[in-house]
């Protein structure tokens, strides 16, 4: 199967750490990818990771994978009110030619 | 700053109305797609292009039809809109890397009425 789910929301207040996580089914996963969506627009890409890693760092962006668990997680540090969007995890499968599966979207809300 | 444009931005339109909605990218990708994002939020893919006279059924069923005439240019068409055809549609390209990091446009939002 393809089905890649993440939990619908998460609030958090702003100068706290946010972790935002995704399951996935396939484990033939190549590449796992994290995009951002911000009201009324398109979709933006955050970061991604290979499947033989296990973290990537970029600034405030963390991503965790495990793939014993089809688990992946995007932390964000000292999260700001210009961090409220919602974010995507996708995967791109191999063997399944360029298109990528999207998890369910979490909507990030950043409290002051 | 993303070099792909969709147009229109915003559509209302009565039912049994002809659509299409226009997608075009500067990047020279070879690979484009469209998703149909429903307002709760999940992507679905409906259509995709491998190249130009390339073009294949996503994942979801669409009732609409594409065309890749130019490798620029991936028109969505609707010839007769229903309500159910209300939604978010969001347009995009790709190079043939091994990333295949997608880049998205600002979407078309479509209200049949």
């Known amino acids: 199967g393809e089905d890649v789910e993440q939990s619908l929301f998460l609030s958090v207040r702003e100068g706290d750490s946010s972790v935002i996580n995704c399951t996935y089914t396939d484990s033939s996963s190549t590449y796992l990818y994290w995009y951002k969506q911000e009201p009324g627009a398109g979709l933006q890409l955050l970061t991604y990771?290979?499947?033989?890693?296990d973290m990537k760092q970029d600034q405030r962006l963390t991503v965790l994978l495990n793939k014993k668990d089809k688990h992946l997680s995007l932390r964000i540090a000292d999260t700001q009110t210009g961090d409220s969007a919602i974010y995507f995890c996708?995967?791109?499968?191999?063997?399944?030619?360029?298109?990528?599966?999207f998890g369910t979207g979490t909507q990030l809300k950043v409290e002051l | 700053e993303a070099d792909i444009y969709q147009t229109p931005r915003y559509l209302v339109i009565g039912t049994g109305k002809k659509i299409t909605l226009e997608c075009s990218q500067t990047?020279?990708?070879?690979?484009m797609y469209w998703y149909q994002q429903d307002p709760g939020m999940e992507l679905h893919l409906i259509h995709y292009s491998y190249g130009v006279n390339s073009t294949e059924k996503g994942d979801l069923s669409s009732e609409s039809t594409v065309s890749r005439i130019r490798t620029e240019h991936f028109p969505l068409t609707l010839e007769s809109a229903r309500p159910s055809h209300t939604s978010q549609y969001l347009c995009a390209s790709s190079v043939s890397s091994g990333a295949n990091v997608l880049t998205f446009g600002a979407g078309s939002r479509l209200t049949v009425l």
């Open positions: 990047m020279g990708h070879d690979k």
């Open positions: 990771i290979f499947s033989n890693m």
């Open positions: 996708a995967e791109k499968l191999a063997g399944g030619g360029n298109k990528l599966t």
